[in-house]
Nanobody, 117 residues
Framework: VQLQASGGGLVQAGGSLRLSCAAS????????MGWFRQAPGKEREFVAT????????YYTDSVKGRFTISRDNAKNTVYLQMNSLKPEDTAVYYC???????????WGQGTLVTVSS
């Protein structure tokens, strides 16, 4: 699966953004999908994941109640709705497909989210 994230930009604290991740390949709907982020000078960290059906989601504690992950298998796309953004959410956001266990693939180039205070 090849993935391309988009939708990033500059937003003020408290604002919202919706990220999209478009997938190529017919196996998209069979993969658990995830969003990750990497802030300047920090390691990449997990943000959210969604089951193949969309019925199961999981979030890192710092984004619970503010971010929502969803997917549209008919459009081969996964989304990340980000509300109440904080400066500490500033990072390059990546989507990835789980290929078994803790292995993820299809990172792509990511999309930059910058939250100003």
């Amino acid at each position: 699966v090849q993935l391309q994230a988009s939708g990033g930009g500059l937003v003020q604290a408290g604002g919202s953004l919706r990220l999209s991740c478009a997938a190529s390949g017919r196996a998209f709907s069979s993969h658990v999908m995830g969003w990750f982020r990497q802030a300047p000078g920090k390691e990449r960290e997990f943000v959210a994941t969604i089951s193949w059906s969309g019925g199961g989601t999981y979030y890192t504690d710092s984004v619970k109640g503010r971010f929502t992950i969803s997917r549209d298998n008919a459009k081969n796309t996964v989304y990340l709705q980000m509300n109440s953004l904080k400066p500490e959410d500033t990072a390059v956001y990546y989507c990835a497909a789980n290929v078994g266990g803790s292995s993820w693939s299809g990172w792509g180039q990511g999309t930059l989210v910058t939250v100003s205070s």
